[in-house]
């Protein structure tokens, strides 16, 4: 069976349109889950023993992670590892949360997004020039050229912990372990293949 060229172009389109939705539906926050990745890349949480009780634990989400999400997810890491380490609380004696951003810019070339070099196109009058035209993809008298700017933010929290045994001080950056974790845990998203 033959298609004319538009029929075969609407199919094309069809079938690029829901690749982009199928794409943007797999977009989550990040999971609770061990880091994997490297630089701006890495997610999951992390962490290293300084000393027999003093840990440094970290977690990093990635663009769709909220800040809330990714401290609430460092806290649940210090309260497991308490736990598993044979602890009972742990006082938090340093945290830090930062925000990274990263700034992408890319020509936009196949006109439109790519929707068959339909776009806008109209005359203007130029004080001194004239009548001119503005044709996105014959230079441009506004802007060098079609460009499209993403900016994307991620949030990276750490702590440094120290572990105790025993009924949790008064001091204020103590957490008892397994409080945070009964509290915590229905909070916390699981990849899939852990349920």
Not at 81 to 91: A, E, N, S, V
Not at 99 to 123: D, E
Not at 143 to 171: C, F, M, Q
Request: glycine share 10%; hydrophobic share 35%; with cysteine.
């Amino acid at each position: 069976m033959n298609q004319t060229p538009t029929r075969r172009r609407g199919k094309v389109i069809a079938a690029v349109l829901a690749s982009a939705a199928l794409l943007a539906s797999c977009a989550t926050a990040t999971t609770y889950h061990p880091a994997t990745g490297s630089g701006f890349s890495r997610t999951g949480f992390s962490d290293v023993q300084i000393e027999p009780n003093r840990f440094r634990v970290s977690f990093a989400g990635n663009s769709y992670t909220s800040r809330e999400t990714v401290e609430r997810y460092l806290l649940y890491r210090a309260a497991e590892l308490t736990l598993d380490q044979g602890y009972d609380y742990f006082i938090v004696s340093d945290r830090d949360t930062d925000k990274q951003t990263r700034t992408y810019a890319t020509p936009s070339y196949g006109g439109w997004a790519g929707f068959g070099y339909w776009g806008p196109r109209w005359r203007y009058y130029g004080r001194g020039f004239g009548w001119r035209s503005w044709d996105p993809w014959w230079g441009d008298p506004f802007w060098d050229r079609t460009i499209d700017v993403n900016t994307v933010e991620r949030y990276d929290a750490a702590a440094e912990i120290v572990l105790g045994r025993g009924p949790k001080p008064a001091d204020v950056h103590a957490f008892d372990a397994h409080a945070v974790m009964e509290r915590l845990g229905p909070t916390i998203k699981f990849p899939e293949q852990r349920r």
